[in-house]
DNA sequence: TACTAAGCGAGACGGTACGTCAGGTCTTTCG
DNA sequence: CGAAAGACCTGACGTACCGTCTCGCTTAGTA
C-alpha cells in the first residue's frame, strides 16, 4: 500500500513517534502470560512489569485490559488461516472447521478466546470490536465456501447461509463454551457427517 | 452419608435455624439486579444491602457470586420446562428450540444465563454445576427426543443424538454468546428448515 | 458527662467495632517515618505497609494524609504541654517560648509540624483543624498567662492580647518557616529583651 | 532581536534562553493561573500548555515548578516596594509593614508567597533561593530604617535589629500563614501601638 | 427457667487491582 | 540548533470489591 513514492510530503506528526517496541512488548507479554499463567494472573500491573513498560502506556492506548487481550491474541491469531478452495465443499468445510478447532484447544489461544467472549458478555465495546474484528472474518471465510458451493450446484439452491454458518461454528463454540465436551480430531468428520446431507443439493451423491 | 431413616422425627440440629426469608431475599434481590442493571452492577455488596442481609450471610451459604447466580437463576428457570410429545419429533423440537429461545430473550434469564457462562470460564467449579444442574437436564430433555424419533423411524437410525444435540442447541448459544445476532420467533423455524433434513429418516414425507 | 441516665448498659453501636490496634499502628508508624525519613518518603501506602494495615482502613478514618500526620502530632504533643504559674509574667512567658521552641527542634514534632503548616496552606479544612486543635490551645495557654499579668497589674493594662500573642508566636514561626535562621536556647530571653518592656506596665522594675 | 552590541558589553551566559517570548510566557502563564485558579491548578503541564511552549522548555530553565513560581513572583513584586525616609523611624516602620500587608493581600501575590513558602518547607534548594531573593532583601530593607533610627537616637541604642526585624515582621507571617486571622489596614498601627514603646529611645516623646 | 448453639445484621479489616494523574526525561520533526 | 509536540517511566493517588473477622442480638432446642 504505501508505495516508496508515496510519501514525498510525508509529514509525520510532530512529537516523539509512539514506541513501536512498547507496543510489541505489551502483545508480547500479554501472551506470554495468558497462556503460561491464564487469565487469572493477568492485571495491567503484571503486563506492565513483564513488558517493561509503564502502566500509563497500556492505558494511553487501550481503554481496557480485554482491548490488549484481543489485540494480543489477534496478533498471533490472525495471519495463519488458510482457506484453500479443495475443489469439493465438504471439505473445505471441514477444512475450515478442523482449523477452528485446532485453535481452540492451542494452549494461549483458546484460553485468550474464552477470555474475550467472556468478557464481551459485559463489555459492549469489546464485544462489538470481538465480532468486527474476529468473528466477522471467520464467518466471511465460511460464507464465500457455502456460496461458492452452492453456485457449484454442491449444496442446495435454497441454502440460508448464515443459519448455515450457525449450525457449522455453533456446535464449536457450544462445547467450548457451554458443554464443556472436548473438541476432539474428529469431530469435524462426524459433524459433518450429521450435518451436510442437509445442506447438499438433493442429488448430490455424498449428501449422506 | 445422609442415612435414610434416621433422622425421620427430623430432629433438628441446635441453634437458630437458617433464615428462609433471608434465603429468599437473597435470590430475589440477585435477580432484580440482573434484571435491572445487568451484571456489571452485581456486586456482593450490593446484593447484601438490596436484600437488607449481612454480606456474611451470603458467603456462609454460598461460595461465590456466580454461585449465588446459579441458584437465582435456577430458582425461577427451573420449574417452568414442560416438554410434550407431540407426536410429531420434528414439532418436539421446534417447541424445545422456542422454549431456550424465550428464555434467552426474557430480560433477566437471559442475562443470568449469560452472566453464568461467562462466570464459568474461570470457575471450574461454577462450570461444573452449571452443567450439571441446567445444561445437562437440557441435553436430556432432548435426547428423549431424538431418541423417541429414531425408535419411532423418524430419524435416521444412525443418527448420533449427542452431535445432533449440538447442532440444534449449539447456534442458539453460538448467537447469544459470539454472534450477538438476535434469536427471533421465527428462528426455530428456520434452523429446522436447514437441519432437519439431515436428522431424518431418508423416506420421511418431511425430510425437505 | 454523657447524658442524665448515661443509657443502662451502653449499648455500643452495631458491627465490628473499630481496631484500636489498627489506629495506634497508623499513628506510631507515621510518626515513626516522619522521624526517620521526613515528609517526603510520606506516602499513604508506605504508612500502611509500615502499620502492618491496609490502605482502606487509613481512608476510612482519614480523609487526607494530611490529617493522618495531624493526628499523629497531636497524639505525641497534646499531652506534654504543662504551663505553671511562677508568679512572674515574664518567666511564665520565657518558659512556654521555651517550650514551643524545644517542640520546634524535637526532630519529629518539627518536621510534623511544618509538614502541617505547609500542607495547610493548600487545604482549608485541614488548615481550620489544626488552628482549633493545636494553635487555638496555644493561643489560649498564652492568653491565660497575659490576662493574669494584666490583671496583676505586671502588664500594662491597655495591652492588647491577640497582638501580644501575635508579637510573642510569630517570631518563633517565622524563623522556622520563613527565615530558616535557628531557635537557639536563648531566643526566649533575647525576644522578651526587646519585647516585655512594650507589654509591662510603666513603673514596672524589670520594664526595661 | 536585541542588537549584538545593544546592551553594554553582554557577555553571552551560555545557557542563555534563545526565545524570551517563550520566557516570559511562562512566567506570566504562572502567574495568570496563580491568580485565576489558585496553586492548585498549577501543573508544569498546564503553564505549557497555557504559555504555548513545550514542558520541556520549562524543565530546561527551572529546576522545579516552584522555581518557576517564584521567578513568577519576584517578576511582579521585586520592583514595586518604596521605602522612602519620611524622617520618623515609626512612620518608616508602619509605611513598610503596610506594605508588606498590602502584598499578602493581593490575590495573585499572596498566593504565590504562600505557595512558595510551603513549597520551602521540602524543598531546600528553593527555600534558600526565597530567602536569598526575596526576604533578605525586606531584611535588609528594614535593617536599613531601624539602624538609621538607632543611629538618629530614636531607637534604644542597645537595639538588637535581627530580633527586632523578627518581632516586626514575625507577626505578619503567623497571620498569613498559621493563624489565618486577617490582616487589616489598622493592623501595622494596632502591632506598633504594642511593640514600638519596646524598641524606642526612653526619652522618646512617643514611646508609649 | 436457664443454658447453649447457631444464625443474623452491621460493619471494620487486610488485600488486590483498578484507572488516573503529576513529575521529569526522552525522541522526534519543524522553523 | 533550539523549541514544539508528545510519548515514555515512575510512583502515588483514592476507589471498589473481595472474602474474613468481630461484635451484640435473636431464635431455637435442651437441661
Redesign the pocket.
Known amino acids: 500500500m504505501a508505495g516508496p513514492a508515496s510519501r514525498k510530503s510525508e ?9 513501536e517496541r ?2 510489541t512488548a505489551i502483545l508480547i507479554a500479554t501472551n506470554e502470560l495468558l497462556d503460561s499463567r491464564g487469565l487469572a494472573a493477568l ?3 503484571v503486563i506492565a512489569t513483564r513488558a ?6 497500556i ?3 487501550w481503554p ?2 480485554a482491548a490488549v487481550v484481543m489485540d494480543a491474541f489477534l496478533a498471533h491469531t490472525s495471519p495463519r488461516m488458510p482457506f484453500p478452495d479443495t475443489g469439493s465443499t465438504r471439505e473445505d468445510l471441514r477444512r475450515q472447521i478442523k482449523s477452528v478447532i485446532r485453535l481452540f484447544n492451542q494452549a494461549g489461544t483458546g484460553r485468550s478466546l474464552v477470555a474475550l467472549i467472556a468478557e464481551s458478555q459485559h463489555d459492549p465495546v469489546l464485544a462489538q470490536a470481538f465480532r468486527e474484528r474476529f468473528i466477522a472474518a471467520r464467518r466471511e471465510a465460511a460464507r464465500e465456501v457455502l456460496v461458492r458451493g452452492r453456485e457449484r450446484g454442491e449444496l442446495r439452491p435454497d441454502l440460508d447461509v448464515d443459519i448455515a454458518i450457525d449450525a457449522l461454528y455453533g456446535p464449536l463454540y457450544y462445547r467450548l463454551l457451554v458443554s464443556g465436551d472436548p473438541l476432539r480430531q474428529r469431530y469435524p468428520d462426524q459433524l459433518l457427517d450429521q450435518l451436510y446431507p442437509a445442506l447438499a443439493a438433493v442429488d448430490q451423491p455424498d449428501a449422506r
Chains 1, 2, 3, 4 share one sequence.
Open positions: 509529514s509525520r506528526a510532530p512529537g516523539r513517534p509512539r514506541s512498547a507496543r492485571s495491567v500491573d517493561g513498560v509503564s502502566k500509563a502506556t492505558y494511553r492506548w481496557t485490559k
